[in-house]
C-alpha cells in the first residue's frame, strides 16, 4: 500500500477559502460508521453476554464493520488529498493520492457488502425449517464467497503493475481490465440487486410462520425492509457509475457515497433483528414466549404452546397434601408424623419444541415437531 502524506497543512495555506463539500462527504461517511459500529457493539453484547450464543454470523458481522471503518479512514485521506473540491482547485501534487484512496475505497466497500450477505445467510439458516430454505441459503454463502474472490480479483489485476492505476505517470503499463471496470462495476450492480431481493423476500417469508402478534410482525417486516434501501442504494449506485467520468466527479463523488450508505444500510438491516432481546427489555414488552410468570403461594397450572399461546390457569387452592384428612386445614396434624408443607408454589409449562430463553429471537419462530414439558417448584 503507498504512503502519501497527510500533514497538507502548508500546501493547504494558498487556498483556506476554496469552494468544498469536503464536510458533507465527513459527515456521512463518519456518521454511517459511528451508527453501524453501535448497532453491531450492541449486537455482539447481546448475542455473547445476554444470549450465550455468539456464532458465525455475529464474526463474519465484526469482518464487515471492519470494512466501513476502513472505508471511513479512506474518506478522510480522500478529503486530505482534495476531495469534495472543483478539479480545477486540486493542487497536481494532490491528484496521485486522491486518485490512490478513491481506488482502495471500492475493493473494501465491494469486500464489506459480500460479508454482510453472508453474515445474513448464516443468521437465517438457524431460523428456517425447509430444506429447500437451507439449502438456498448454504449456496448464497458459496456464491457470496466466490463473487467476493472475484470482485477483489478485478481490483487487483486491473492493471500491471496495479500502481499505474493511480500513477498516471506509468504509459507502459497494461490495463486492459481497467478500462472495463466500468462493465464490469455494471454487472456487479445487477449481481448485489438481485442477491439483496432475494435476501429481503427470504426473511419476510420467514417471519409469517412467527408466533408473535400483528404488531409485532409488523415492526419486524420494518427492519428488514431496510434491506429494500440498500437495494434502492445499489441502483443509485449503478446510475452513478456513469459520472465518474465527468472530470469534476471529484466534487461530489456520488458513487463512492452511495456505495458506502449501501453497505451501511446492509449492516443496519441485518443486525437490527439481533437487537430484540434488547427492544423487549426497553420497551417492557408484556408478550412471554413459552414462560408463565412464577406465582406465589399456591401457584397455578398452566398449559400453553410456545409463542406466548393463553394457558388454561387452574387454582391448586382445593390441592391438599396426601396425608391431609378430607376437611383439614393445611395447618392441621399430618397422619405418620408427615410434617406440613404450607408455602410452595408449582409452575407447569408445556411447550413444543422447547428453544430455549425467550429472550433469544430464536424463540419467535416456529418450533419444530414434539412436546416438552417442563416443571418449577419453589419452595418457600
Not at 26 to 51: D, K, M, N, P, Y
Not at 164 to 190: P, Y
Not at 249 to 273: C, K, M, Q
Request: glycine content about 8%; hydrophobic content about 45%; some cysteine.
Amino acid at each position: 500500500m503507498a504512503a502519501f502524506p497527510s500533514n497538507l497543512a502548508a500546501k493547504r495555506e494558498i487556498s483556506d477559502h476554496v469552494d468544498s463539500r469536503a464536510p458533507m462527504l465527513l459527515g456521512v461517511a463518519i456518521g454511517l460508521a459511528g451508527l453501524s459500529t453501535l448497532i453491531v457493539a450492541l449486537r455482539c453484547w447481546i448475542r455473547h453476554f445476554w444470549l450465550h450464543a455468539f456464532s458465525i454470523d455475529d464474526v463474519v458481522m465484526i469482518g464487515a464493520l471492519g470494512m466501513a471503518i476502513s472505508t471511513m479512514a479512506c474518506f478522510i485521506r480522500m478529503v486530505e488529498h482534495g476531495a469534495g473540491r472543483w478539479m480545477r482547485d486540486i493542487p497536481d501534487e494532490w491528484k496521485e493520492g486522491l486518485s490512490y484512496w478513491s481506488y482502495i475505497i471500492g475493493p473494501l466497500l465491494t469486500s464489506g457488502i459480500c460479508l454482510v450477505k453472508i453474515s445474513l445467510a448464516f443468521f437465517l439458516r438457524r431460523f428456517v425449517q425447509k430444506v429447500s430454505q437451507k439449502r438456498f441459503l448454504l449456496g448464497m454463502i458459496v456464491f457470496m464467497s466466490v463473487f467476493l474472490v472475484y470482485s477483489i480479483c478485478t481490483y487487483t489485476f486491473a492493471c500491471i503493475p496495479l500502481e499505474a492505476v493511480w500513477k498516471q505517470k506509468l504509459t507502459d503499463a497494461n490495463c486492459a481490465l481497467r478500462n472495463k471496470l466500468l462493465d464490469i462495476g455494471t454487472a456487479n450492480s445487477v449481481v448485489n440487486i438481485l442477491t439483496d431481493l432475494a435476501m429481503v423476500a427470504l426473511p419476510v417469508l420467514v417471519v409469517v410462520d412467527l408466533q408473535v402478534n400483528r404488531k409485532t410482525k409488523i415492526s419486524l417486516v420494518l427492519i428488514l425492509s431496510l434491506g429494500l434501501f440498500a437495494c434502492a442504494a445499489s441502483v443509485v449506485r449503478a446510475v452513478y457509475a456513469y459520472r465518474m467520468r465527468d472530470p469534476d466527479y471529484t466534487r461530489r463523488y456520488d458513487f463512492l457515497i452511495w456505495f458506502n450508505v449501501e453497505l451501511h444500510a446492509g449492516i443496519l438491516a441485518a443486525s437490527l433483528p439481533t437487537l430484540r432481546p434488547l427492544f423487549s427489555r426497553v420497551l417492557k414488552s408484556t408478550t412471554k414466549y413459552g414462560r408463565n410468570t412464577k406465582q406465589r403461594g399456591y401457584g397455578t397450572y398452566g398449559t400453553g404452546t410456545a409463542g406466548g399461546g393463553q394457558g388454561n390457569q387452574v387454582e391448586l387452592t382445593d390441592m391438599r397434601h396426601p396425608y391431609c384428612k378430607a376437611g383439614d386445614g393445611s395447618s392441621q396434624a399430618m397422619k405418620h408424623g408427615a410434617t406440613s408443607n404450607t408455602s410452595y408454589a408449582t409452575q407447569i409449562t408445556t411447550t413444543r419444541g422447547g428453544f430455549g430463553d425467550d429472550s433469544s429471537e430464536e424463540f419467535i419462530l416456529t418450533p419444530p415437531a414434539g412436546i416438552t414439558k417442563r416443571v418449577d417448584i419453589v419452595v418457600n
